[in-house]
């Protein structure tokens, strides 16, 4: 079967990475404006790399759980196409290859002079000079608020081409991966929904499974690989 699967927070919440919108969550302690633009990276750069630096911390120390295994399992008995809002690499960790990180990832780094990309070291500062143009303009290769997500096309396209669409760990609430469930359900594609509650585009779904990732997603992919 062709399934489309996007993933958010949620996913790895339980391997101890923070989410950004629960009462304990990244958006309760710092300003979206300050750490998640480009007008705020522009205003202090120090504040911004110093926040992806805590993030890339977290990451490293952090483990694949359940359900990214059980995502990695999926694959190996359907053509899944995986589209993550995640910068972590929890995913590849877990067996997952061919990742589509839609919002970018903490591994990347790039130029905001010239675009040019490259592995990010585990600490960045606003010094360090392009390995290309030498500008010291190096940003975390993280889609921040304000611009366009990577590899849309080929987003929608699986989306479309899909006969199952699943949304893990979203809060629905960050267009335009929150409009991928309406596009999936207009052109027929059923949808579903795993999430430790119910997301803001909860409607656009046919299923629902409510709980931790880690108990639903393997249950979820059981039943899709007998
Ligand atoms: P959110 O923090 O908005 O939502 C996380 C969702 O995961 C919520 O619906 C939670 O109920 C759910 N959740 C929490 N723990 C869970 C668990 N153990 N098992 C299953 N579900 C769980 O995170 P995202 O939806 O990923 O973008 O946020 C989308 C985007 O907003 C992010 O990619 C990020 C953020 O701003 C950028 O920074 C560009």
């Known amino acids: 079967m062709r399934i489309a699967v996007l993933t958010g927070a949620g996913i790895s919440a339980e391997s101890g990475i923070r989410t950004f919108r629960a009462t304990d969550g990244l958006w309760e302690e710092h300003r979206?404006?300050?750490?998640?633009t480009p007008?705020?990276?522009?205003?202090?750069?120090?504040?911004?790399?110093?926040?992806?630096?805590?993030?890339?911390?977290d990451v490293a120390r952090a483990l694949p759980n359940e359900a990214h295994l059980?995502?990695?399992?999926?694959?190996?008995?359907?053509?899944?196409?995986?589209?993550?809002?995640?910068?972590?690499?929890?995913?590849e960790r877990g067996g997952s290859g061919d990742v589509i990180h839609m919002h970018g990832s903490l591994a990347g780094a790039t130029c905001a002079a010239c675009g040019h990309r490259w592995q990010?070291?585990?600490?960045?500062?606003?010094?360090?000079?392009?390995?290309?143009?030498?500008?010291?303009?190096?940003?975390p290769d993280i889609v921040w608020f304000g611009e366009i997500p990577y590899h849309m096309e080929r987003i929608w396209a699986?989306?479309?081409g899909a006969?199952?669409?699943?949304?893990?760990?979203?809060?629905?609430?960050?267009?335009?991966?929150?409009?991928?469930?309406?596009?999936?359900?207009?052109?027929?594609?059923?949808?579903?929904?795993?999430?430790?509650?119910?997301?803001a585009v909860s409607r656009d779904f046919d299923e629902h499974r409510i709980g931790p990732a880690t108990r639903v997603v393997p249950e979820w992919v059981t039943q899709l690989c007998p």
Do not use: W
């Not at 522009?42 to 926040?51: A, C, S, T």
């Open 32 to 36: 979206i404006e300050d750490v998640a």
């Open 158 to 160: 699986a989306v479309e």
């Open 163 to 199: 006969e199952l669409f699943a949304a893990i760990g979203t809060s629905g609430q960050v267009y335009p991966a929150a409009g991928l469930a309406q596009h999936a359900r207009r052109r027929g594609v059923r949808t579903i929904e795993l999430n430790l509650d119910r997301s």
């Open 70 to 91: 059980a995502l990695a399992r999926l694959a190996r008995h359907h053509d899944v196409t995986l589209i993550t809002q995640n910068v972590d690499d929890l995913h």
């Open 120 to 139: 990010a070291p585990l600490a960045m500062s606003p010094v360090d000079p392009c390995p290309d143009c030498g500008k010291p303009e190096a940003r």
């Open 39 to 57: 007008e705020g990276f522009r205003r202090d750069p120090i504040l911004v790399h110093r926040f992806y630096n805590m993030r890339r911390a």
